[in-house]
């Protein structure tokens, strides 16, 4: 009965360990993929803190219905956000082509593909993310230079769901993919831990 205990033991502490590897593995790709649009800081091994390159766009979502397109607008003007893997809900993760063009509306065409790709984020229900946020016209109206975070509006906030985005749809398409295999991993193992 010991040595299965032993057995045992040995098999979860394995489990743990190459859960740990998998869990870094698809961060740091998750790091990589996201390095062109902001800083991806790791605060332990199932926080991240995503810092968004600022001022974040303005994204242009087109929704053409027959011969009619309609615009919704978005932006999301993070300063950093924390994250922690176990809140996301990864059966939410979305992506969308979006225009950053001022201009886009009256140039598009159906069929037209945006510059970017906005991924949309989205805890799990009851659950909320720590977020830094800045007025998009205080940082505007800045010069060039070091700035407090006081002038362009810096505030604590709570949100439910964010978005980052890809000027590079293959980048988008990789931090996707491992953001959600690094939730899932990092669920289990938080249902593992005694």
Sequence with gaps: MKSYRAVLCCALLSATFCFAQDL?????????SYASSGNIVVLDDHTLV???TMPSPLCALPKVDGDKTSWSYYTFPLASITVPLAAVDETLIGEDQVFT???AARAFRPGDHGDTTMVVIVGEPGKQFHALSYDRDKLASLG?????????GQTPDDVEAFGLTFS??????TFVAALKDA?????AQETARP
């Design 168 to 173: 590079d749809f293959t980048a988008a398409r």
């Design 183 to 187: 939730v899932v991993l990092a669920k």
């Design 101 to 103: 063009d001022p201009k």
């Design 24 to 32: 870094q593995a698809h961060v740091q790709t998750m790091k990589s």
């Design 50 to 52: 995503i810092e968004p």
């Design 144 to 152: 060039p230079g070091p700035h407090s975070s006081s002038e362009y």
